[in-house]
């Protein structure tokens, strides 16, 4: 479960790696929260989500416990809730730590204007913060809504709905992220803008979306970073991109182990 999602953090903590513990940092590495968590994640709306004794809880910019471990798993919070997941339920809590909508769900992402896309019994809709299913579970996939429009699959054929449910016709610009879409040739990907003009070439072997003026791209096998002008800014060395940037920051894999980098490729961690 992997979402873009814009959430107003504290950026003056950045999640930290020291060996195998977590912890958060400033911007020039002074350890501010020390490194005493399994894993940690961006702060967002005020709070930290972590893991501690294989247990997700939140922290505040203090470092300490606000909603105590006892989840399997926990998001960052966006528009007052939290993702949380236990034995493989998913449902949500609020910033007090109730669970506001029942751990039913196979999978569940967080909100965005109002709505959460769910999975139950296999099948994918939309639910809003009463927990109601305001677009019902019927789809074998759902993606966010983008200017009102969402992209669904139901019976293999692609689809696009409305807020209301209603199909409507494929939006003008539905594989442009950012002003910008992939583009393939020969085996090869790159990215061309709305004109149609090639900004990045196609000399990669896989991409991802733009997400913050950055595009994740793939040459023999390691990931790196260009930006809207094709310029690789942050060098093809991670063997994957877990997210990519949200709120300044992008969570990769390097060398079998895990840590988050800046848009200058900073890394936040230590071995």
Known sequence: MIVELNTQGNANLIPYRKGDMCGYCDKDKNIVIECRFDSTQPFSEGLGAVLFDERSGFIDAA??????????FASVFAEGMAVVEM???????DKMGNEVIPLIYSDAEPFIDGLAIVELKGKAGFINKKGEQVIPCKYDMVAPFVNGVA??????E???????GKYVAEPEDAEYFEGFKVEH?????????????????VIYESAMDFSEGLAAVCTRGKWGFVDTTGKLVIPC?????INSFINGF???EYKDDFGYIDKKGTQYWED
């Open 185 to 201: 040739a020969d085996g090869k990907v790159g990215f061309t803008d709305k004109s149609g003009k090639l900004v990045v070439d």
């Open 151 to 156: 992209y669904v699959e139901i019976n293999n």
């Open 63 to 72: 470092g300490k416990v606000v909603i105590p471990y006892k989840w399997d």
């Open 87 to 93: 034995n493989g339920k998913y449902g949500y809590i």
């Open 237 to 241: 060395i991670y063997s994957d991109v």
């Open 250 to 252: 992008a969570f990769v």
């Open 158 to 164: 692609d689809k696009y709905i409305d807020r209301d």
